[in-house]
């Protein structure tokens, strides 16, 4: 068996490492052929290309971007052609993703095209959720309330649930961590998380160290942890080489997970690594910058009254938003310091979190292995409509 996955950014990647993992274990003989990163090749994948070369946000951040990406829907269609694989499966990003889909529908190959992570149509771009059915056969979920937004448009789309239940993180330990890294009992850890892309960590991680600085000013007590990815190493390593906080750099998902566990409060970039702190209930604010005129365009077209994934599933803000102007040392510190105090802001956010993982299906069946049943389906029908033939 054949599978051809394609993540274009770490976020997708550990998903697709996740997926892999389950068809490994309920398949004697499977190979894996795509584009991934670090964790899809931990589990056997050799990657196509290096997908720092996709991991591109904003509107005009991605223009100069453009002739490269391109370049690499190219390699990867003429790829898939050559591996001719059971199944293409493409991993969120789908800005990216439908140009592989669209190619590979012109070329009538008849294999099977699948989307793992739905894009997010209820918040805007509503349209998109009309065609989709045009491109792939079938698209897997991360929400329960997606699925509605397409299969009224002939699409087949079912809910897998959402990766963070199989985390990997509410295992983490804060013992261990504190020991590897040399922690004292009486220091207490504040988390930095800046994001997985290039722009991201540029606009963010400057204003989390100000707002750190003046925080460590009054709280000498704290050490500060910032966990990265291979993709963003070298601008965090030259930022933070610029700041006089005790700061311990992590590399590792393991150190990454430990880390969590072991922080206090953490200042986080918009996405599923605030979903991770939510769910060892690390107090945190979500922050997120981008080029103004994107985000015009962006309030102009978005739909939704937040963009916190904790407050969307909750339906109320539970978790701070310090976006664009708002993203600033002085709203960050606030809410640091109404965490620190552990009052009604405090309270509830941990009650929120509890009630999150209610909402999320812990317990049941782990997404990664519901994806995989719905993948080995879509390969055994193929093989039977060949037969037929």
């Known amino acids: 068996?054949?599978?051809?996955?394609?993540?274009?950014?770490p976020s997708g990647d550990l998903l697709g490492s996740r997926l892999m993992r389950a068809m490994t274990s309920k398949c004697e003989n499977v190979s894996f052929f795509g584009v991934g990163g670090e964790s899809m090749q931990r589990e056997g994948l050799k990657s196509l290309f290096d997908i720092s070369d996709l991991a591109v946000m904003g509107l005009l951040e991605v223009v100069p971007s453009i002739p490269r990406v391109?370049?690499?829907i190219r390699q990867t269609v003429q790829n898939i052609q050559e591996v001719n694989p059971d199944i293409v499966i493409t991993i969120d990003s789908w800005s990216f993703s439908a140009r592989i889909h669209k190619a590979l529908r012109k070329l009538?190959?008849?294999?099977?095209q699948v989307h793992y992570v739905a894009p997010q149509v209820w918040a805007w771009k509503k349209k998109r959720a009309r065609t989709m059915y045009k491109y792939i056969d079938h698209l897997l979920t991360l929400f329960p309330y997606e699925p509605k937004y397409f299969t009224p448009y002939r699409l087949e789309a079912s809910f897998v649930g959402h990766p963070v239940i199989e985390s990997p993180v509410i295992y983490g330990?804060?013992?261990?961590?504190r020991l590897r890294f040399n922690i004292e009992p009486n220091q207490k850890i504040m988390a930095l998380l800046p994001g997985s892309r290039k722009n991201e960590?540029?606009?963010?991680?400057?204003?989390?160290l100000e707002a750190a600085e003046a925080f460590y000013q009054k709280n000498p007590e704290y050490v500060f942890v910032l966990p990265t990815v291979h993709t963003v190493e070298n601008e965090v390593l030259k930022i933070t080489q610029k700041s006089n906080l005790p700061i311990i750099v992590v590399k590792t998902e393991?150190?990454?997970?430990?880390a969590f566990c072991a922080s206090d409060v953490a200042m986080a970039a918009s996405g599923t690594v605030a979903l991770e702190l939510a769910i060892v209930k690390v107090p945190h604010i979500i922050a997120y910058k981008v080029a103004p005129l994107t985000a015009f365009l962006v309030r102009h077209f978005l739909k939704i009254q937040f963009v916190n994934l904790t407050n969307i599933l909750l339906g109320r803000e539970i978790v701070p938003e310090l976006l664009q102007e708002n993203c600033s040392k002085e709203k960050i510190l606030y809410y640091i310091n109404e965490f620190v105090k552990k009052g009604d802001v405090y309270e509830r956010q941990m009650e929120g979190f509890e009630k999150l993982?209610?909402?999320?299906?812990?317990?049941?069946?782990?997404?990664?292995?519901?994806?995989?049943?719905?993948?080995?389906s879509l390969i055994k029908n193929r093989r039977k409509d060949v037969r037929k033939l």
């Open 357 to 376: 993982k209610s909402v999320l299906g812990f317990g049941e069946q782990t997404p990664s292995a519901n994806a995989c049943d719905i993948i080995l």
């Open 201 to 208: 960590v540029a606009r963010l991680l400057p204003v989390f």
């Open 254 to 258: 393991s150190d990454r997970h430990d």
């Open 1 to 9: 068996m054949k599978i051809y996955l394609i993540a274009g950014e």
């Open 108 to 112: 009538k190959l008849s294999i099977p």
């Open 70 to 72: 391109l370049k690499r």
């Open 173 to 177: 330990n804060s013992e261990d961590f």
